[in-house]
Nanobody
């Protein structure tokens, strides 16, 4: 099982920015699709962004133009740059890896981190 560890969460006011990071085993970053998912209280888990091994990103509509997903394979690190944050972005954010499809469906992802909390105040 991959050991994915998120960091960078915190509390920020609306309009602010955060950068989330996720580190894991080298083979995951060389061979896997990587993604960020989030879950807020009372809501189902939502795919935020994914990035395949060719650095092709996919975003959910609500974060397009605000978030940027990237990967640094030599550093075994996945990033999510989050700008213009809104209260609706408040959630636990998880990184995940998929050995197959690279989309926003959580069911395609095999390995998960424990999450990092992002809280946005109005």
């Amino acid at each position: 099982q991959a050991q994915l560890v998120e960091s960078g969460g915190g509390s920020v006011q609306a309009g602010g920015s955060l950068r989330l990071s996720c580190r894991g085993p080298e083979h995951i970053f060389v061979n896997y699709c990587l993604g960020w998912f989030r879950q807020a209280p009372g809501k189902e888990r939502e795919g935020v962004a994914t990035i395949n091994t060719d650095d092709w990103p996919t975003y959910t509509d609500s974060v397009k133009g605000r978030f940027t997903i990237s990967r640094d394979n030599p550093e075994n690190t996945l990033y999510l740059e989050m700008n213009s944050l809104e209260p609706e972005d408040t959630a636990m954010y998880y990184c995940a890896a998929s050995g197959g499809f690279c989309n926003l469906d959580s069911g395609d992802f095999d390995d998960w981190g424990q999450g990092t909390q992002v809280t946005i105040s109005a």
